[in-house]
Each structure stands twice: as structure tokens, then as C-alpha cells.
């Protein structure tokens, strides 16, 4: 197996000697693109052997074999030629539009779009070129290491200073769909797709179902998303086809918050939703005057709430992370959560330990898993706690899927009303009469807190603060109570 970090540490190393590529944005655009025409090529190799009359949409001289695949081939002004006057104004628009082919094509064309050729040398540029050679994606485990590429990247890209984007674990985006449980012809939707782990773990999740050429067009159907920024999206497109999705035409390249909430119809009602939207964010002017008056917000994470409500079917599930302030938060998240109680059936809440998605946030998050259709009796909620032996989860420690094993052992089925869920010390469970008097405040704490021991530091740190407030208002106590009697005694 290629040591894949270690290929594109080495290709950014190299970058940095181009006097056109500037800073880490424009090194990872670069690379991205670069990587996509590999992947592509090496997914067209495979179509070739099982396709009789497979139709490349590319001219032959630009497919990557054929200008980049000999490590002795063009280089210096012959290959920034090639690149500049004839690979990219044929990619970004002079290729097919009908048929197969031009589905293709059409994916071709959509990772293109905003894409640039930073580099200003040709022999830096071969020498990238051959390292990326380097990674054989026909390789079944070069393939599914891909996601140490795109997680090194956003890990450049959070240093870039493009806050908001960060890769959602593995382990939990494994375990949300795996609660969810869609189904082959189940519509899969991720209305903020960023690299796509929502939706290739779906892939995975799927191909236990798929036994036949029909089955394996009905997946395809099935997977969709939408993200706004360029790079998280020409990832998405690559990793897509990685996982099998050969013209991944039902992922787009836009911002599902542009359209106005009311022009969502019936049509575009899916059955599972899964999906980490952007919180903490704002989002542009005017995109909160989409939504109903009782629904305009400028942070994004309420505005994609509100809408996945929507956008589900009757029966839908739905599995989103989202950090505590909504839990707590008031004004529109209260709307928010009034309308979530009442038109669907907020089954679970997992609350997630701190440090899960570090190094991007430190932001104590939740998973909420509801089905609409059905107004909610009880919350239950889940406390995941770490493992034995770790207090915060780092780079050399992240969280694995084997831990969320006893939350799976405990879950019970919706179909039986859950009624297998008892409580213990990580479950508790209230009623939704008591959510409404709370104002639906959900940040509700584990009532069996008292039998572990807490470690997590900003835990300690409230715990800390809290009792230093106590402190002081005894000795404001004290000091009144000594000031009343010295003045009674003067």
C-alpha cells in the first residue's frame, strides 16, 4: 500500500517551490484537480475491461494517460502549454453533452468549472505529476485510504483559515448511517455534502443489497447531495467515483439554502437524511429571506434544521449533528424544536463526548436522529462516554466505530416503540410535555452523572467556576452579616 500522506506531503512540498501557486487554498485547488484526472482515468481503465463499447467523454490526448502517466513525458513550457491551452478550455466546456457519454462529461465539466491551473513551471508540475503516479486507485487499498487525502487536506485547509470546514469522523458518520439503516431504493440525501463521507458510507452501507447490474443503477439513483464551496465539492465528485458512482450527476455543486423554502415541493421529499450542516457560520445576505418569517436566521445550522424537517418524507428519518447551542438555544431554535416535537418523532439524542472533532473544534456536539410523521412522546438520550483509559480524543487518538457498540447493543427498534430501552448510567429518557414546558430546551444532563467521573475539562472548568461563585457569595454573606453587626454595635 502507497503511504498516501506521505505522497501528498511531498506534492505540497513541491508546490511551494512555484512561484504561481500562493498559499495553502491555492495548493490544495491545484492538487485537487490534478488528483481528480488520476482517479478518473484509473476508473475508465476498469470501465474499459467490463464494457464492450465504454466511450471515453475526453479526447484521447487529454486523458491522463496519455499526457501524464510517462514520468519521462512533457515537461517545462511544452507540458504549461498543454495544460493551459488545451487541457483546460477542452474541460471546462468543449466536450459532449448527449447520452452516457455526456453524463460524463457533464461531471467532468462540473469539477472544472472553477478550477485553475496555479503552477508556473512545467518541471515542478511533471514532478507533482509523477508523484501522484505514484497512488494506483485501482489498488483496492490505495482506494479506501483515500480519505487519508481528503482528511489531510481539510486539515491544510482549516490552516489556510477556511473556518467551517472540517471532516466529520469516520465513526460517526458510519454510525449515523448505520442507525438509519437506508435501504436500496431509499433516497439518501446530504444537503451539505462538503466531501461526501455522509454519502459514501450510504454507498457502503447499500452495497450489501446490490446483486445485480439493475441494483447497482438503482444505488446510483439514490445518492444525493449538495455543496456550495468548490474544493469539498470536487472532492465529493472524486470520492464518489471512487465508491463506484461513475456519473455522480445527483450531487451538485450549489448552496440548498438559495432556493426560496416554499418552492420545495413534494418532489424533492427524500426518505433518509444524513448530514453535519455548517454551524457557527452565517450565512450570505439575503439567504434567510428564503425562509418564512418565523424561520429567518443568519446562522446557517438553523436555517438547514428547518429545512431538513421539510425536506423529509412522511415516515423519513433523519440523523444530523449539531452542536449543544442548539440544544439550548431560544428565539428560532425554539420554533425550530416546537416544530421538530410536534411533526416528528425525536426518537434519540446522542450526546457526543468532547474532542470528537478535533483538531478542527473543540464544539461539544449531538447527534439528533428523528422520523417524521408522528409527534414525539419521549426523548430518549444517550451519553456516549469515552473508553477506558482516554480523556479526549486527539490526531494520534481519534474515535473509533467499535465504541459506539453498547449504544447499538441498547437501541431497540422503532418499529417496537423502543421498547426494549432501559435506563442506565449513559441513558435517560423525558417526556415531550416536560421539553415544552422547558421551553424545549434539550440540553438536558445526564441524571446518573453522579455514579461516573467526569473528565471532561470544560466540565471541570464550569464545575470549577461554579464553585468559585458559591465562594464568593458566602463571603458577600459573611461580610454583610459582619457589617450589620459592627454597625449595630457602633
Request: net charge negative; hydrophobic share 35%.
Amino acid at each position: 500500500m502507497t503511504n498516501i500522506t506521505g505522497v501528498i506531503k511531498s506534492i505540497q512540498d513541491i508546490m511551494r517551490k512555484d512561484v504561481g501557486v500562493d498559499g495553502d487554498a491555492q495548493r490544495i485547488s491545484q492538487l485537487v484537480w490534478m488528483i481528480f484526472l488520476k482517479i478518473f482515468d484509473d476508473r475508465e481503465a476498469e470501465l474499459e475491461l467490463i464494457e464492450d463499447d465504454f466511450e471515453s467523454p475526453l479526447p484521447d490526448h487529454l486523458r491522463w494517460r496519455n499526457w501524464a502517466a510517462d514520468k519521462e513525458g512533457a515537461t517545462g513550457d511544452e507540458l504549461l502549454d498543454f495544460v493551459n491551452l488545451q487541457l483546460f478550455p477542452k474541460l471546462k466546456g468543449e466536450l459532449p453533452t448527449r447520452g452516457d457519454v455526456g453524463k460524463r462529461a457533464q461531471v467532468v465539466r462540473a469539477v472544472f468549472e472553477d478550477a485553475f491551473n496555479f503552477m508556473k513551471s512545467g518541471t515542478l508540475m511533471r514532478q507533482v505529476v509523477n508523484k501522484i503516479n505514484e497512488i494506483d486507485f485501482n489498488n483496492s487499498e490505495d482506494r479506501h485510504t483515500f480519505g487519508a487525502i481528503y482528511e489531510k487536506i481539510l486539515k491544510d485547509l482549516q490552516s489556510a483559515g477556511n473556518a467551517g470546514e472540517f471532516y466529520t469522523p469516520r465513526a460517526v458518520t458510519k454510525f449515523i448511517v448505520d442507525r438509519l439503516n437506508p435501504q436500496l431504493n431509499e433516497i439518501v440525501f446530504d444537503p451539505a455534502c462538503g466531501t461526501g463521507g455522509f454519502l459514501s458510507c450510504a454507498i457502503d452501507h447499500k452495497q450489501q443489497f446490490v446483486k445485480t447490474a439493475k441494483d447497482r443503477e438503482m444505488l446510483a439513483k439514490t445518492i444525493r447531495g449538495v455543496e456550495k464551496k468548490t474544493l469539498p465539492f470536487n472532492l465529493c465528485m472524486t470520492n464518489m467515483i471512487l465508491h463506484g458512482i461513475d456519473t455522480p450527476t445527483r450531487v451538485q455543486h450549489d448552496n440548498t439554502l438559495s432556493l426560496p423554502y416554499k418552492d420545495y415541493g413534494e418532489k424533492d421529499r427524500v426518505h433518509v437524511i444524513a448530514t453535519n450542516p455548517p454551524f457557527g457560520g452565517m450565512e450570505e445576505d439575503g439567504i434567510e429571506k428564503n425562509f418564512p418569517a418565523h424561520l429567518r436566521t443568519r446562522e446557517t445550522a438553523d436555517l438547514f434544521m428547518a429545512l431538513i424537517i421539510k425536506l423529509l418524507r412522511v415516515n423519513g428519518r433523519a440523523g444530523v449533528v449539531l452542536p449543544d447551542g442548539f440544544l439550548f438555544g431560544e428565539g428560532v431554535k425554539s420554533t425550530i424544536k416546537k416544530d421538530l416535537i410536534e411533526t416528528c418523532n425525536l426518537h434519540t439524542i446522542v450526546r457526543l463526548p468532547g474532542g470528537v472533532f478535533n483538531p478542527y473544534t473543540g464544539i461539544k456536539t449531538n447527534i439528533l436522529f428523528f422520523t417524521k410523521g408522528q409527534p414525539t412522546k419521549d426523548v430518549w438520550f444517550w451519553e456516549q462516554p469515552y473508553p477506558e483509559g482516554v480523556v479526549n480524543y486527539n490526531k494520534g487518538r481519534p474515535m473509533k466505530f467499535e465504541e459506539f457498540e453498547a449504544a447499538q447493543k441498547w437501541w431497540g427498534t422503532e418499529e417496537k416503540k423502543f421498547r426494549s430501552r432501559k435506563e442506565n448510567r449513559n441513558a435517560w429518557k423525558i417526556s415531550a410535555d416536560e421539553i415544552a414546558e422547558r421551553n424545549y430546551n434539550l440540553d438536558i444532563k445526564n441524571p446518573h452523572v453522579d455514579e461516573a467521573e467526569i473528565h471532561d475539562p470544560d466540565e471541570l472548568l464550569d464545575a470549577y467556576a461554579e464553585s468559585q461563585r458559591n465562594v464568593q457569595e458566602l463571603r458577600d454573606q459573611l461580610k454583610a452579616i459582619l457589617s450589620d453587626a459592627l454597625g449595630r454595635k457602633a
